[in-house]
């Protein structure tokens, strides 16, 4: 069967996807000629200064004017617990409902899924980094690096086959960033996940931006020709390689590997994040470059709320923006918190169970005959299960297994 080729890119200013720790670990070259379109390029790499670096140049500054010498900020102390968020929720909550919200802009992270029973990537002992040693990768990021998968590419695609969507659905924190959509609140939301949950709740495409693509689509890895994605997922549960016919380079789904450029649709940033009014942070290690720098490009008057289990990029230390909101724990609970004092708690429960009627949990296949289907129509839905067969699942059953579902185990997980 012959595939469309994919068009030529169109010359975009390239970000790669990278880890903030490697970029640190990078050193600088010697003096160089500056390329065509440094202007740009000088631009974008605005979003990699952090608040310090610019307090650190104002107090130069400002210190050489008075003519005496400029203080260095001090470093933080290992051990030294982060200062005290401002307030918590409830003056961003006093925001919101004021009205004066209308272009909020969502970032998250692994984080909003793990409620969904799907693991986050840098827990210790539960992320999935910390579960790679028998696919015999070198270091955890590896498995997602563009040149090792070059090499490689059975480790991502063993991987693959259990990070692939199917059994899990969008959980409280999915469904209230639908509602903010629904309100009208929402000018796009900014994810690092590749797990689909944002688009299955309901969030419409031209909202969401899924900065790290998704296994919706599948391509060559080389030359970039479109491959049929259910196709390619065939053949990667089968534990097969599929390959493309022009260049019989190895095909993968479309998600972003550690240097790969980011999709075009990632630079709506440039107008999306100075035109936010409030900037809602959630779920992330915010340790993934160029995405984690994307929480500084709001304008210095802009409120910035922080929901995660811990403090991260500009609210690990002062100092922090007079705007700065932090609420720190559990972010299922957190985020319910903060609906609640919305006053939209009942509205997000209501799509939530409408969302279980429509995309009911995936467990075992249920192979019912026709007198079995008689059977379940005329005892109101119970039917009697074969050996070897599970039978239509009550309503205790369905929360236990909801329950058992959220581990974040990611040894326990099967697809």
Known sequence: ???ARRAPRAALPRLTRSSSTQARQTESPGPQAAPAGVGLAQDLSLMSVSEQDVTSSWLEMTSSRRGRPAKAPAA??????PAPSRAGLGPVAQLMKSGRCRNIVVVAGAGISTPSGIPDFRTPGTGLYANLERYSIPYPEAVFNIDYF???PRPFFSLAKELYPGPHRPNYIHHFIHTLHLRGLLLRVYTQNIDGLEKMCGIPE???VEA???????SC???YTPFPAQEAKTAIMNDNIPTCSFCQGTVKPDIVFFGEDLPQKYFLHSTDFPKADLLIIMGTSLQIEPFASLVNTVRASTPRLLMNREPVGPFLCPPRRRRDYMELGDLEKTVRRLAQTLGWDSQIQELSAAHQCRFPPQGPATLLSARDQEMQQE???ATESTPGERGPISSQESDSSETDSKSPSFTDRSH
């Not at 693509?213 to 599948?218: C, I, K, M, P, V």
């Open 76 to 81: 933080p102390r290992l051990g030294v617990k």
């Open 212 to 218: 790290h693509g998704s296994f919706a689509t599948a």
């Open 1 to 3: 069967m012959s595939k």
């Open 150 to 152: 070059s090499h490689n």
């Open 379 to 381: 005892k109101g839905g």
């Open 206 to 208: 031209e909202k969401l």
């Open 221 to 223: 890895h080389l030359c």
